[in-house]
């Protein structure tokens, strides 16, 4: 099984596609989609549903786990992250793949066994479940990475 985890965000949406086989973890490959900063929120929208849109059709994820929204003390952040996210979701529908949202706290349940993980312990455990080297990957990916493992039971 493809598990694609993505990690919405207010400048990027940080990516990560993994495999599941006989309940080893693979890393295929993770990365950001940049939002161009810019131009009109319209553009902006437009340019994530377009890289996302490119990503499915090369990869055809089987399944996509999506970070549910974490409302911030910035408010104007959280509103562009739920917009983000509905461009998401939307891509998901239109290409009928199964779509799995999971709160940070449970993400991070999943994967570290602590709800309450930092990002450092988050991080380390997606480099042991991957079994690779994740120094270099920012938070954003493997925050993505996080996602796709811990939706892979579902």
Do not use: C
């Amino acid at each position: 099984m493809t598990i694609l985890g993505i990690d919405p965000g207010s400048v990027r949406a940080g990516y990560g596609l993994i495999k599941k086989e006989r309940g080893d973890f693979i890393w295929l490959e993770s990365g950001l989609f940049k939002i161009p900063t810019k131009t009109t929120l319209g553009n902006q929208l437009l340019a994530l549903e377009k890289d996302m849109e490119k990503f499915i059709k090369k990869t055809k994820p089987d399944l996509v786990g999506l970070e549910k929204i974490f409302m911030n003390k910035n408010k104007k952040t959280g509103v562009f992250v739920a917009q983000a996210r509905g461009i998401i979701v939307k891509v998901a529908a239109a290409h009928e793949l199964r779509l799995v949202e999971l709160s940070p706290s449970s993400i991070k349940l999943s994967v570290t066994g602590d709800g309450r993980a930092n990002k450092k312990a988050v991080a380390k455990m997606v480099g042991l479940f991957l079994k690779m080297e994740i120094a270099g990957l920012l938070d954003d990916e493997t925050d993505a990475l996080a996602t796709a493992i811990a939706v892979s039971n579902y």
